[in-house]
């Protein structure tokens, strides 16, 4: 059965699993892991428990690897948060850390063995020019100089066009709220914003609180994302999942806040997917809880037919002749969520003149 | 096995079929490929390196196929794919040998994180490797071409791999690439080496490889203490002048010419500021060929004198 992409989700499910694999299972491991940008999560699960010396040593040195890039990612994940604090400091708002970012400075495990290029972090929408002023002073300028790009991203989207430092071309996504203001849904930014944790050692920084955390990274890969990342998006899910999952009144939080937050469809997926593709342990009244998200019968069973294609790695050992459709038709519907049609046309033909021209984003 | 077991229908059978598994240094490579330009390559450039078919295991697993639609007929291209990944555009279809060398460099580069990496030539002689870092045109791959025809060990022409274990040299003796002027320099200094096909109008001018001297080739696992941290620069007529280094300059121009100093961090700083420490650090700028031999050959003879019958793993 191609669907289950084996070891990989094997693996991830039960670490302990790698005790039966045979060199050429390993083999396949390693690829899907790459393919996935999964190899430094692997790892981090290897070393959780404590199977590291039984990885066979050629496949060993390339978890080592993989550390070592994760090592680096959140090092200077840290630095550049550093570096937004200090460009941000005079104008005293507070900066909401997403994402990835966010995972690493949170120090829940999901950062560890995580890797991600963008700096993501939430301001109030009242605040954004000052913010964006005032990185512009330190050296960050905004990526997409194309008039029409600057007006898509600040008319439409959820966030400014990415700004790239001058020097270390690091680059930030500069968000105030969620989702485009063109989509379906309409999280209320204020209540995320009002709800947010502090980070311990850094005066002016947040991270959404727990069950926002994970309604977040629901809504990112259900409702908005484009899926290349989409099982490491879903073990990120898991990650952070199983990780509050102990806490006493996460999961009546969770749905709690999904209803409040008009996000009950993306955590009904996070939940099916991360409990059947990945064993993620979901308390039973939580799941029937959940079913307040659930779509209708037919649309359910549709979306499971895509999502189960679409979320394992873009690899031949996990890929059926329904895999390339089933993306092609999650990608349409991504789009069609972040804008109504009388508003995606146009820009999707403009995109479609333009990109013999200009191959950059969006 | 070794590849030069092949004759050159019975590789092109097995490349166009499951492949085959090329060992070079410390990877091995799965290679799957029906373009003849590679068969040939393969067949000149690594006729003394070890195969197995491809049972279980391979470190990278690539492949080199014509680019698809209307480019099968109109300036046919070719790709590179890493597990059916491309991770560069396509190129010219003559130039598909060369693309397997730099895709493999990039397979090397971007996987090899548990060690440093880094933008130089390092050739071996007595238990001691001198190390050349250089931008591209310093004249570093020419530089490692010669010194290998007159008895230096090849380590490596492009990537030098240093391991954070014990901050030794990891060998990956893989053809020398060549290009423009030195391809003839080369054929004239040293006559006896085989350079393989030249591939003109790439993006770094006129390519072709030489092959590595086969005692490198076997001699792959056997890794080398840096002995020499030297900067060549050629320039057209000049004597041949090696110049003593400061070593805080030095480390800092290595870390210039590495690729993943930033991923190693303090680990890496360390065994680099090791290596540095015991090391000999020169800038050195040729004109000549053979005077160049004169002066490392010279540099080898002084480490001998110094620190007599060391062992080489």
């Known amino acids: ?362 | 096995m070794k590849l030069s077991d092949f004759s050159e229908p019975a590789l092109t059978r097995q490349l166009a079929g499951e492949g085959l598994v090329l060992h070079t240094g410390p990877f091995s490579v799965h290679v799957r490929t029906t373009m003849s330009s590679v068969v040939q390559g393969l067949s000149i450039l690594y006729r003394d390196y070890d195969v197995s078919h491809m049972q279980g295991y391979a470190d990278f697993h690539v492949q080199l196929v014509a680019g698809g639609g209307l480019r099968r007929w109109y300036k046919p291209q070719v790709r590179f794919l890493f597990d059916g990944f491309a991770p560069f555009k396509p190129l010219p279809l003559d130039q598909a040998f060369p693309m397997f060398e730099w895709g493999l460099n990039w397979c090397v580069a971007n996987h090899m994180h548990n060690c440093l990496i880094l933008h130089a030539a390092v050739v071996e002689r007595g238990g001691y490797a001198v190390v050349l870092p250089a931008p591209p045109g310093s004249g570093k791959s020419t530089l490692c071409a010669a010194l290998v025809t007159r008895g230096w060990r090849l380590l490596s022409d492009e990537l030098t791999i240093v391991s954070l274990d014990d901050g030794t040299i990891v060998p990956l003796p893989r053809p020398v690439g060549l290009k423009n002027h030195s391809i003839a320099v080369m054929k004239a200094f040293a006559p006896h080496c085989t350079v393989g096909n030249e591939t003109r109008d790439t993006n770094k001018g006129t390519v072709a490889h030489m092959r590595a001297p086969r005692q490198s080739v076997e001699q792959a696992l056997t890794p080398a203490r840096v002995g020499w941290v030297v900067f060549p620069t050629y320039q057209s007529g000049a004597p041949a002048r090696l110049e003593k280094l400061g070593k805080a300059g030095a480390f800092m121009r290595v870390v210039q010419n590495a690729f993943n100093f930033n991923v190693v961090g303090v680990k890496g700083f360390d065994v680099l500021k090791g290596i540095i420490d015991d090391c000999a650090c020169y800038e050195f700028s040729y004109g000549q060929l053979e005077q160049a031999m004169d002066v490392f050959d010279s540099l080898a003879a002084s480490r001998v004198a110094e620190k007599p019958a060391q062992k080489t793993a």
């Not at chain 1, 699993?17 to 190899?39: C, F, H, V």
């Not at chain 1, 430092?165 to 680059?171: A, F």
Request: a positive charge.
């Open chain 1, 1 to 362: 059965m191609p669907l289950t992409c084996d070891p990989l989700l094997r693996v991830l499910r039960n670490p302990t699993d790698s005790a039966q694999l045979n060199l050429s299972q390993w083999d396949l491991l390693l690829r899907q892991a790459r393919r996935a940008n999964l190899l430094s999560a692997l790892s981090e699960r290897f070393l959780h428990a404590d199977l590291v010396d039984s990885v066979p040593p050629k496949v060993r040195k390339y978890l080592d690897a993989a550390n070592m890039l994760a090592d680096a990612n959140r090092r200077g994940a840290r630095w550049e948060v550093r570096c937004v604090l200090k460009a941000l400091e005079g104008t005293g708002i507070p900066v909401v850390l997403l994402k990835g970012a966010a995972y690493v400075l949170a120090d829940v495990p999901t950062g560890r063995g995580r890797l991600f290029h963008d700096i993501d972090f939430m301001v109030p929408k009242a605040r954004l020019e000052q913010v964006e002023q005032a990185l512009r002073w330190q050296g960050w300028t905004s990526t997409h100089l194309n008039p029409y790009d600057q007006r898509y991203y600040r008319q439409w989207m959820h966030e400014l066009p990415p700004m790239r430092h001058v020097k270390r071309g690091t680059v930030l996504d500069v968000h105030h709220t969620i989702l485009p203001e063109t989509a379906k849904l309409h999280p209320d930014p204020e209540k995320l914003l009002s709800a947010a944790r502090d980070v311990p050692g850094f005066p002016m920084l947040k991270v959404f609180a727990p069950a926002d955390m994970v309604l977040h990274s629901a809504t990112h890969l259900f409702h908005d994302g484009e899926l290349e990342n989409g099982l490491r998006d879903l073990v990120d899910l898991d990650s952070l999942l199983r990780h509050f999952g102990d806490k006493p009144r996460f999961w009546d939080d969770l749905n709690h806040r999904a209803a409040e937050l008009d996000l009950t469809r993306p955590l009904y997926y996070a939940l099916r997917f991360t409990r059947e593709l990945l064993n993620t342990p979901v308390p039973e009244a939580a799941w029937r809880q959940a079913q307040q998200g659930r779509p209708p019968v037919l649309l359910a069973s549709l979306m499971n037919a895509l999502f189960r294609r679409a979320l394992l790695p873009d690899h031949d050992s996990c890929n059926t002749w329904l895999t390339a459709p089933a993306r092609w038709l999650l990608y349409v519907r991504s789009h069609h969520l972040r804008m109504p049609l009388h508003l995606l046309v146009p820009h999707l033909v403009r995109k479609a003149l333009r990109g013999k021209v200009d191959t950059e984003k969006p």
